[in-house]
C-alpha cells in the first residue's frame, strides 16, 4: 500500500511540474494551448506518461504531440531538478482521449435531453 500512495504522489509532482513547465517555460508557439490532465506512473516509477488536451483540430493535436516529444529530454531534465527524485521517471506524451470522450458524451447528451425550465422565469400569461 505505500508503494501505491508514493506512486500516486510522484505521478501528481510530475503532473504539476510538467504543467509548470510547458505553460512557463516552453516557448514553441506550435505546442498550441496544451493542459496537463493527468500522469500515470508504471509501478517501478520509471516511466511516466503524461496525459494531455489540446485546444484545436486534430492536425493541432498531432503537432502539438510532436512537439512535446521533441521537447521531452529538456522536460526531463527540469523535472529532475525540480523534484531532485533519485531517479527521474522516461516522460512519454500521450494525448488524453479520455477527456475528449467526456466531452463528446457530454455533447451527445445535451442534444438528446431538453433543458431544464429555468424556476426564476415568470410563468406566461394565458
Known amino acids: 500500500m505505500p ?3 508514493r506512486q500516486e504522489r510522484v505521478a501528481d509532482a510530475i503532473k504539476q511540474v510538467v504543467a509548470r513547465i510547458v505553460v512557463e ?3 514553441d508557439p506550435a ?3 496544451v ?3 493527468r500522469c500515470r506512473l508504471t509501478r517501478d516509477l520509471k516511466i511516466a506518461t503524461v496525459y494531455f488536451s489540446v485546444l484545436g483540430d ?3 493535436r498531432q503537432l502539438s504531440l510532436a512537439h512535446l516529444e521533441r ?3 529538456f522536460v526531463r531534465r527540469r523535472v529532475a531538478q525540480a523534484l531532485n527524485l ?5 516522460l512519454r506524451f500521450a494525448l488524453d482521449e479520455l477527456h475528449e470522450h467526456e466531452q463528446r458524451v457530454g455533447d451527445l447528451l445535451g442534444e438528446v435531453m ?3 425550465e429555468d424556476p426564476t422565469a415568470e410563468p406566461d400569461e394565458a
Open 3 to 5: 508503494v501505491q500512495h
Open 86 to 90: 533519485r531517479r527521474t521517471p522516461e
Open 71 to 73: 521537447a521531452v529530454g
Open 35 to 37: 493542459s496537463v490532465t
Open 25 to 27: 517555460e516552453l516557448r
Open 58 to 60: 486534430k492536425a493541432q
Open 114 to 116: 431538453p433543458e431544464p
Open 31 to 33: 505546442i498550441g494551448f
